[in-house]
């Protein structure tokens, strides 16, 4: 459930639908909404985080960062393409000999 409210967050932020500065839902309150424990809500903001889209600030919850948007659509057409070279049968070592190979 964490890397699926992080995936909507992300494709959010990608789309438009979440702007720079937005504040997201507390975590409490988010989680109440999906039925699903406080932390797990709180995990997918700590990842969001981590990957540069949101930032926390005492008082002010959680924020898109003004380098969000470039960095979920990235983010996003990873994660399809890690999808796809799965299916496909392609390890991690392969996709990233691929990846170095096109760049």
Do not use: C, K
Request: charged share 20%; glycine share 10%.
């Amino acid at each position: 459930m964490q890397h699926q409210i992080a995936g909507r967050v992300r494709h959010g932020v990608a789309s438009g639908e979440l702007t720079t500065g937005e504040q997201l839902p507390p975590a409490t309150e988010l989680a109440a909404a999906l039925s699903v424990d406080r932390n797990t809500v709180l995990a997918a903001y700590r990842q969001l985080r981590d990957e540069g889209l949101l930032e926390f600030r005492r008082g002010r919850g959680a924020r898109v960062t003004p380098a969000g948007a470039p960095l979920a659509s990235v983010t996003e057409a990873a994660h399809a393409l890690i999808a796809v070279a799965r299916a496909q049968g392609l390890g991690r070592t392969e996709l990233i000999r691929l990846i170095e190979e096109l760049t």
